[in-house]
């Protein structure tokens, strides 16, 4: 279901996923069952925002004012849904 204007999408990790930080590599992971992804940059900083409780412009206006002039609006909800596609967001 792809949330609309009534609904909007507060994105969540999937249940069986967990956000961790490794600290040896000093870089955010998704873990999830038989498979780790490596998040780069500043995507697990994004991950971490997605709660349930956040709407995707919320965390885009989050993000906005934590690194002012970074193109987040054109960046983070095509990464959300990214993600949502490959089934990590719900």
């Known amino acids: 279901m792809t949330p609309g204007a ?3 999408w ?7 996923l967990m956000l961790r930080h490794d ?3 000093g870089t955010d ?4 069952p038989e498979r780790v992804v490596v998040l780069k940059g500043h995507a697990g900083m994004v ?3 997605c709660d349930g ?3 995707v412009p919320g965390i885009v206006g ?3 004012g934590r690194f002012p002039g ?4 054109a960046t983070v909800p095509a990464f959300l849904d990214s993600l949502r596609q490959e089934g990590w967001l719900t």
Request: aromatic content about 0%; charged content about 15%; overall charge neutral.
């Open 70 to 73: 970074a193109p987040v609006a």
């Open 53 to 55: 409780t956040r709407t």
């Open 62 to 64: 989050e993000l906005a």
């Open 47 to 49: 991950v971490g925002l």
């Open 23 to 25: 600290a040896v590599r």
């Open 29 to 32: 992971l998704l873990v999830m």
């Open 6 to 8: 009534d609904h909007p």
């Open 10 to 16: 507060c994105p969540s990790l999937a249940p069986a």
